[in-house]
T-cell receptor, first 112, second 115 residues
Framework: DSGVTQTPKHLITATGQRVTLRCSPR?????VYWYQQSLDQGLQFLIQ???????AKGNILERFSAQQFPDLHSELNLSSLELGDSALYFC???????????FGEGSRLTVL | AQKVTQAQTEISVVEKEDVTLDCVYE???????LFWYKQPPSGELVFLIR??????QNEISGRYSWNFQKSTSSFNFTITASQVVDSAVYFC????????????FGAGTRLFVKA
């Protein structure tokens, strides 16, 4: 157990819809990272937050947005969903002193 | 810009063989971190090792060893006497060490270890 909690674990929805993925970081970690892993693909960096502020942005589509709340949990919002958005979405929190990431179990999104 | 290249898409070995997974990185930063993560068939991502840019000492942990060479921008991972349980996708990652600690991953190498 990494200590990072992601919900929901599985989500099936239709094209054009909007979903929200939620992440709670490990206790004491201030950073949250979001990654997308499509089938048999690597981990694509989407966005990173530190203590409520956006720190870095990767290849995140304009249809996607995220935020980190005062209690440090984060939400990734995906809208106008397309078939190609089907993927495993991972959240990670970063160990403050040494930089390694601890990942949640992922949220598997299927867009039909 | 930062980049991590894992040129080996898939590797298949027989149990007890040694195997090396290659990782080449690009960065303009002088201070950075390198990592390896393992993703077994169950899907979770597990941290294996971290190395900072000032520490080129090789590291050994049981059957695992890592070779960091700044001169060739490589951070290779060797599994000695591979076992079936080593079958997984292995990711190399690079993080800047100042400011945001943005972390990017290579495409991963899928390792099959056959009994």
């Amino acid at each position: 157990d990494s200590g990072v909690t992601q919900t929901p674990k599985h989500l099936i929805t239709a094209t054009g819809q909007r979903v929200t993925l939620r992440c709670s970081p490990r206790s004491g970690d201030l950073s949250v990272y979001w990654y997308q892993q499509s089938l048999d693909q690597g981990l694509q960096f989407l966005i990173q937050y530190y203590n409520g502020e956006e720190r870095a942005k990767g290849n995140i589509l304009e249809r996607f947005s995220a935020q980190q709340f005062p209690d440090l949990h984060s939400e990734l919002n995906l809208s106008s969903l397309e078939l190609g958005d089907s993927a495993l979405y991972f959240c990670a929190s970063r160990h403050g002193g040494t930089g390694e990431l601890f990942f949640g179990e992922g949220s598997r999104l299927t867009v039909l | 810009a930062q980049k991590v290249t894992q040129a080996q898409t898939e590797i298949s070995v027989v149990e007890k063989e040694d195997v090396t997974l290659d990782c080449v990185y690009e960065t303009r930063d002088t201070t950075y971190y390198l990592f390896w993560y393992k993703q077994p068939p169950s899907g979770e991502l597990v941290f294996l090792i971290r190395r900072n840019s000032f520490d080129e000492q090789n590291e050994i942990s049981g059957r695992y060893s890592w070779n960091f060479q700044k001169s060739t921008s490589s951070f290779n991972f060797t599994i000695t006497a591979s076992q079936v349980v080593d079958s997984a996708v292995y990711f190399c990652a690079l993080s800047d060490a100042t400011g945001g600690f943005k972390t990017i991953f290579g495409a991963g190498t899928r390792l099959f270890v056959k009994a």
